[in-house]
Structures are given as C-alpha cells and as structure tokens.
C-alpha cells in the first residue's frame, strides 16, 4: 500500500528534531504557522516564523498539519484526538460542508465524519491511557496496561 500524505498550508509545530540545537526554531514548538514550503523527496517543511520574517525548515514528523475545525478556539489537527458520541476518535482528514467543518476520524474499528460543532473534547497529543504493552525485566516479558 502506498503511503499518503494530506497536508495544508497551516501548522502546530509540535517538535525540533532537524535542529534542536537552534534556540529560535526550539522556540517555535506548541506555535501554529504559515507554510513557506514543503519537500516530498526528504520530507521537510519550512514555516514562517511569528512575525513572517524568516522561515524555519522541520521534519514532517515535527508538525502537525491543521484543519479548519475548531475547538474552544483551538485548530484542531491532522493527527489529534476528538471526542465525538462519547469516544475518542483520532483526526485523519476534513472537508468543507455547508460553511462548517467536517472532521473525518477513525478507530480500529469504523470511521466517521463529524461536524465540528459535535466535539465535546480536543487533545493534540493521544492519550496511552489503556495501551497494552510487555515490558521485559530480567529478560522475561510481562504483560501490563499503561494507566
């Protein structure tokens, strides 16, 4: 299967892996931005700097893409979490529907589409509250549930 990218002109920088040991582009993480330009042949991204004066390059991987729903005020982004119908659902793409946006989220289990009237939640990072996992101690596994 081909691996597809969705991207806007818009982003939360949510990390400074390229870089970090630059101080203005460290201080740039959590800062929703511009897009000055994006590279898909090493997978960079340069966004603008708050005043638009200079643009900073980053991995990919150390943005988030944002959408145009909103909640509490906040862009909600490709790759957040948003409770909708009393689950949360993880943000994979959106679209415009009469002047309002229609998030697109998915489990395991099904996707659905949403207005961004209905989140009644919004969390950039996901959570790992309930992750299985096997932690191995002394060479031997054990299974545990992260709280």
Same mark, same amino acid.
């Given at each position: ?53 200079? &643009? ?11 959408? &145009? ?14 409770? &909708? ?24 289990? &099904? ?5 961004? $009237? ?10 790992? $509250? ?18």
């Amino acid at each position: 299967m081909k691996n597809i990218t969705i991207e806007t002109n818009w982003v939360r920088v949510i990390g400074n892996t390229r870089n970090p040991e630059i101080k203005e582009i460290n201080e740039m993480v959590g800062l929703e931005s511009d897009v000055f330009t994006s590279d898909y042949y090493d997978d960079t991204i340069c966004v603008w700097n708050k005043d638009k004066t200079r &643009a900073h390059c980053f991995n990919k991987t150390d943005v988030r893409f944002l959408t &145009a729903g909103m909640h509490n005020e906040e862009y909600i982004a490709i790759g957040d979490e948003v409770l &909708a119908v009393g689950e949360w659902r993880k943000v994979f793409g959106f679209y415009m529907y009469d002047n309002e946006a229609m998030l697109q989220t998915g489990t395991l289990e &099904a996707t659905q589409n949403f207005p961004e $009237s209905s989140i009644r939640d919004h969390r950039t990072e996901p959570s790992l $509250s309930g992750t299985q996992v096997t932690v191995t101690i002394d060479g031997k596994d054990y299974p545990a549930t992260v709280n």
